[in-house]
């Protein structure tokens, strides 16, 4: 069974502080890595696509490691609005993505 | 990236009833998937639907159970039939990004599903 698994958290963090998550993946063919961020009660919204060994958008820094199968993404000063749930993951088959169940991130005034 | 609308947002259904989701697309997009989310639980995908060939279904889901149509590049429907409390979930379309190689799926908005 391909897997991804994720820290469920939550995470609590002050406004301004920089957060970390990972995951790991267990399927080695696994090519195509993303994380998304759902809100409460809303659909997943695509944050970041992550490319071979990382890349970065504004806040975000999203990290591969394909030896060890683990992706991290980094947010820099978190905003209250950064507070959803992220989900870590990767393609399986031909055109199908694996989710983890997520991590909760709470950012607090 | 495309906007996905789906009907209906949320339902109440009697056990051992069937209920139709719609999932519409403002572009034509070669591949649509159906996902669920059960409580507290991440997605799982039902099945890959493209135009014009048998819905793929995934291990543990059935075509008898879970009825999808495709009938062109911007529609595609689920049916969740003889429903039972364990199939109170949301139910999710998605379209492939279409930037090539890429994966990258966007999702509707979800289908509400509760069953009695």
């Known amino acids: 069974r391909k897997e991804v698994e994720q820290d469920p958290g939550p995470f609590n963090v002050p406004e301004g502080a920089t957060v970390a998550f990972n995951c790991t993946y267990s399927?080695?063919?696994?090519?195509?890595f993303f994380w998304y961020r759902q809100d409460c009660r809303k659909e997943p919204k695509l944050l970041m696509s992550v490319y071979s060994s990382g890349n970065e958008d504004g806040r975000f820094t999203a990290q591969l490691n394909r030896a060890s199968q683990y992706i991290s993404l980094l947010i820099r000063d978190s905003k209250l609005s950064d507070s959803a749930t992220y989900l870590c993951v990767a393609n399986g088959g031909y055109s199908t993505l694996t989710f983890g169940k997520g991590t909760m991130l709470l950012v607090s005034p | 990236s495309a906007v996905i609308s789906q009907k209906p947002s949320r339902d109440i259904c009697q056990r051992g009833t069937s209920l139709t989701i719609q999932c519409q697309v403002d572009s034509q997009v070669t591949m649509m998937f159906w996902y669920r989310q059960q409580p507290g639980q991440s997605l799982t995908l039902i099945a890959t639907a493209n135009q014009g060939s048998e819905a793929t279904y995934e291990s543990g889901f059935v075509i008898d159970k879970f009825p999808i149509s495709r009938p062109n590049l911007t529609f595609s429907t689920l049916t969740v039939s003889n429903m039972s409390p364990e199939d109170s979930s949301i139910y999710l379309c998605?379209?492939?990004?279409?930037?090539?190689?890429?994966?990258?799926?966007?999702f509707g908005p979800g289908t509400r599903l509760t069953v009695l």
């Open positions: 399927n080695s063919a696994s090519q195509s």
């Open positions: 998605s379209v492939d990004g279409g930037r090539e190689g890429l994966n990258e799926q966007f």
